[in-house]
């Protein structure tokens, strides 16, 4: 059974820094694109990151670049989000997402999502 | 970045009704087009993909159809547990974007 589980969620002052973590089981991450996708509570979804699972590209929403950080640790089967610098602006719920298309060129559609990490920028 | 706008926001049906929520892309993103349901404090589960591929699992009275920059998303005789939001998402480029959103209550 495919499930994802994301943790690391939680309060954070403006500038400072957390890492999102998603553990993944019944499918290998490497085999797989995956994203990070994140929603304002009672707001609209937006993208943020992605990497494939072919090379491990990365590709970053324009509002996110040179600020967050996604990676993969094979051995631990696992997907990363690191946030640096956060901003009021990124506070929302992260949600990991797999994209089954394990080769494509980026980020096509989304089958299985975590039960996402709510993040709060907050002084 | 291409823009997804969807109609209505908001919707309000009876159980049994045929309803239809409409996308429409900035420009033309071939067939590339998905979308997803989410109920409240849930994650989005995927519905349709490629416009009107129905994701195994998924009840037969959902439907897509659509390309180029039009697309819409039927649901046939409406079912209680059909509530939620509806998003549509384009993957024609990068940065994929999501339209705003449809509400439905049954």
């Known amino acids: 059974e495919v499930q994802m589980l994301e943790s690391g969620g939680g309060l954070v002052q403006p500038g400072g820094s957390l890492r999102l973590s998603c553990a993944a089981s019944g499918f290998t991450v490497r085999s797989y694109g995956m994203s990070w996708v994140r929603q304002v509570p009672g707001k609209g979804l937006e993208w943020v990151s992605h990497?494939?699972?072919?090379?491990?590209?990365?590709y970053y929403a324009d509002s996110v670049k040179g600020r967050l950080t996604i990676s993969r640790d094979n051995s631990k089967n696992t997907l990363y989000l690191q946030m640096n610098n956060l901003r009021a602006e990124d506070t929302a719920v992260y949600y990991c997402a797999r994209d089954p298309q394990g080769s494509s060129s980026w980020p096509y559609y989304f089958d299985y999502w975590g039960q996402g990490t709510l993040v709060t920028v907050s002084s | 970045d291409i823009q997804m706008t969807q109609s209505p926001s908001s919707l309000s049906a009876s159980v049994g009704d045929r309803i239809t929520i409409t996308c429409q892309a900035s420009q033309d993103i071939s067939k590339y087009l998905n979308w997803y349901q989410q109920k409240p404090g849930k994650a989005p589960k995927l519905l349709i993909y490629?416009?009107?591929n129905l994701e195994t699992g998924v009840p037969s009275r959902f439907s897509g159809s659509g390309s180029g920059t039009n697309f819409s998303c039927t649901v046939n005789s409406l079912q209680p547990e059909d509530i939620g939001t509806y998003y549509c998402q384009q993957y024609d480029n990068v940065p994929i974007t999501f339209g705003q959103g449809t509400r439905l209550e049954i």
């Open positions: 990497i494939t699972g072919t090379g491990g590209i990365t």
């Open positions: 490629d416009a009107s």
